[in-house]
């Protein structure tokens, strides 16, 4: 292991310099920076000491390394398309926007099931996605629709109640109770 630690030490201080002037050569055709072209071509120099050790002309296999990915670089920047915009301008706000929406309508079913009498029908009616009309819902719940307004606030009224106890309003100046 340290025979080889010291070959590549050695390689290293001497391509160091063929390296940085053949990558700073070719970046700019690659539309790519130098650095990262350098590092890729570490990275493949490495594989090759790994595995049959250095190669018998360095210099060459220098340049042609560089050229190769550079290469590389141009043929994925011509197949890659940019975003329409950047996902973190996404207006829904990103997964973890997503993830506390998902746990607020989890909350919020977990206290709707909790209420009591005809409450959870209600509220399930109303939140539904296909938004029903309240003559749908009083024919769905098998009441009258002029009681569906108190029966609503009143579960509303109810549901608020809970989730106030649940979740704990921020006092003045961001301290929770």
Known sequence: ???????????????????????????PGAAMDAGDLEQAVWVRLFEQLDGDGPPPDAARWVRYAVRAEARRARRTAARERPY???PSADPAGGPERAALRAERRRTLRAAVARTPGNCPRLLTAMLSPEDPTYREIAGELGISQGSLGPMRSRCLGCLRRMLMTE???PEHGGKER
């Open 167 to 169: 979740v704990a309003a």
């Open 1 to 27: 292991m340290t025979l080889l630690y010291d070959s590549a030490a050695h390689v290293v201080s001497a391509l160091r310099p063929l390296v940085s002037a053949e990558a700073t050569a070719e970046a």
């Open 84 to 86: 329409g915009t950047e």
